[in-house]
């Protein structure tokens, strides 16, 4: 298998056993080592008290796909650590996409930034994560 195969592979085994973020309608648009780039609808459920999209499920977003990226590998992969920050609100109906690439894999530690864009490609957030690889693979090797 190719690492192209591999990174597609372990995307959609890992997508149909993440109940949460196929149950917030997030798409997963493109995988490839060490890269993942997502998307989300906005629905009316997901805006806060000031009527714009609450922080933790744009965190949700940039946290799934960080997922995706550092997992690409087929190595089981948490999360070490992370931290976002919020740079615009997010109305109601807009379309979030989140891209996440790799920036630096030293041994069993990873460093991954998560750009989200609104619809019109205004960033919204940032996230950086860092990831920690823990024994086995995500599908069988």
Do not use: W
């Not at 205004?122 to 024994?135: C, D």
């Amino acid at each position: 298998m190719t690492p192209q195969q591999l990174a597609e592979a372990t995307a959609h085994a890992m997508f149909e056993a993440d109940a949460c973020t196929r149950a917030l309608g997030i798409e997963l648009l493109e995988v490839r080592p060490g890269y993942a780039r997502l998307r989300m609808n906005v629905r009316p459920d997901f805006l806060n008290g000031h009527d714009i999209c609450h922080g933790g499920l744009i965190f949700t977003l940039a946290d799934s796909t960080f997922a995706f990226a550092c997992n690409s590998y087929n190595i089981s992969t948490v999360a070490a650590g992370c931290s976002i920050e919020f740079l615009r609100p997010v109305k109601g109906g807009d379309c979030l996409t989140a891209e996440g690439i790799e920036q630096t894999l030293s041994g069993r530690t990873g460093i991954y930034d998560i750009r989200v864009t609104n619809r019109e490609g205004e960033t919204v957030a940032m996230f950086r994560g860092k990831s920690a690889q823990i024994k086995g693979t995500v599908i069988p090797g």
